[in-house]
């Protein structure tokens, strides 16, 4: 059987090996807005429980609007004109608003993927700067969340009058959903605030998972500093399956975003009946299949309907390789899962630990392969589980030895699958 996968910008083809019981689940979304251009104008004007964002400008000399960076397929190009144009309706001419790429820790934005993020009609004609976490000085403290952890965010966001996050809500590995205040921090934070918000004290945590919103001790970590920065307006959106707009959630950065959360939950959730014996996954495509950092969440996701000692195969193209220098290094220096969660568990958070922290995780009940090509060797001889030069020997493997009676899942587009067995407890 013949199947297309999710990988970089071209997909794979790939053959399922007869006589087995495959389950296919495909990203589900709502159907895309006829006018998604016109209902992005419709929510900048009467926005949830907030004033108008031509109101809110009014009185203010500057703004600043955090974006999403190259890995986030985020529609800033169709969002940011008529957002700019409220501005300039409430007096905040367009030079004097600052567009920061909201990198986290990931590697600053080239010029050409500038362009690709705010379309190149604003290329040029806007200012768009790239977030530091590393660099300490260009962040503003602003004090200690209530459970200690340091906020510090970027100045030239906190300077402003007026404070905007442009994003797109899907499931997040450890956030419950993105968009929203993901935007701020981890997205404009210093790493000495980042370091904190992926430490062990909230990775460890079973409600820290996809989809997990209302116990989720992280979310209500990043709630509380997205106050403190003075989070003012937001714009997130739900996409297609193709990128384009399904709903607009426009207005106050809490309540807007919660409802955008509600929505995407109920839209893209997929319960089966009973756990699989095996996932064949992806990182679904460009641009989250760049890295290998980025693919481990293909693999958390696929995590919650597996059964104990279940494979996940996760098939990704890592064309840009491992992912940032401190990721590779532990990528290639522990052997074993166990060895790199004792680490961790007694010593300073180092950046990117978080991410081989939840793989590490899988990992101990979970067998894991791989299909990475665009990973150099020495790391994939590291990666804890095998890793194969095909595909179809990679698909072979996961489902070698299994009975005629076990059940696979196939996901085509990884993480954008929210899936769940049916009485909504995680394998």
């Given at each position: ?27 589900r ?8 251009a ?24 500057t ?19 008529p ?21 986290g820790l ?8 500038i362009r690709?993020?705010i ?13 530091h ?11 200690d ?20 996050t ?10 419950g ?5 993901k ?13 904190v ?18 116990d989720?001790?992280?979310h ?29 959630f ?7 975003h ?5 929505f ?31 693919t ?9 309907i ?7 195969l ?8 491992a ?8 990528l ?37 392969l ?13 990666l ?18 299994l009975p ?24």
């Open positions: 059987m013949r199947i297309e996968l999710a990988f970089g910008k071209t997909g794979l083809e790939a053959e399922l090996p007869e006589g087995l019981r495959y389950q296919f689940l495909e990203a979304s709502a159907v895309g807005l006829e006018d998604g016109a209902a992005l104008e419709a929510a900048m004007d009467a926005p949830i429980g907030t004033a108008p964002l031509a109101e809110l400008a009014r009185g203010k000399k703004a600043a609007i955090s974006v999403c960076d190259i890995t986030r397929p985020a529609p800033n190009r169709l969002v940011l004109p957002l700019l144009a409220r501005l300039e309706q409430g007096g905040i001419p367009r030079e004097n608003v600052t567009v920061l790429i909201a990198t990931h590697r600053p934005a080239t010029d050409n993927e690709e993020i379309g190149p009609d604003l290329y040029g004609k806007i200012r768009v700067v790239n977030h976490a590393k660099v300490l000085s260009e962040h503003r403290y602003l004090g969340t209530s459970t200690g952890t340091p906020v510090h965010i970027d100045e030239r966001f906190i300077a402003a009058d007026l404070h905007i442009l994003g797109f809500i899907e499931p997040h590995l450890m956030l959903f993105s968009g929203g205040r935007l701020i921090a981890p997205g404009l934070a210093a790493q000495e605030t980042i370091k918000l992926h430490s062990p004290k909230f990775m460890r945590d079973r409600r820290a998972v996809e989809g997990s919103v209302e989720n001790p992280l209500r970590e990043l709630i509380e500093i997205s106050r403190i920065a003075r989070h003012d307006f937001l714009v997130d959106v739900a996409l297609t399956r193709d990128r384009k707009i399904a709903q607009v426009a207005g106050h950065p809490e309540q807007a919660r409802q955008g959360m509600a995407v939950g109920k839209v893209m959730l997929e319960r089966i009946e009973e756990p699989v014996d095996a996932v064949i996954t992806t990182s679904a495509g460009y641009p989250l299949d760049l890295t290998f950092y980025q481990v969440k293909g693999i958390t996701a696929a995590s919650h597996v059964k104990p000692g279940g494979r996940i996760v098939v990704s193209a890592c064309s840009e390789g992912g940032a220098p401190e990721f590779c290094e532990m290639e220096r522990f052997p074993t899962p166990q060895a790199f969660l004792d680490h961790v568990a007694e010593n300073p958070v180092v950046v990117d630990q978080w991410q081989l922290e939840k793989l590490a995780l899988v990992c101990r009940d979970k067998e894991l791989f299909h990475v090509p665009g990973l150099e060797d020495r790391y994939r001889e590291k804890w589980g095998r890793s194969f030069a095909s595909v179809n020997e990679a698909i072979a493997a996961a489902v070698d030895g005629a009676s076990a059940r696979i899942a196939v996901i085509p587009e990884g993480p954008y699958v929210l899936a769940r067995v049916e009485e909504g407890v995680p394998a």
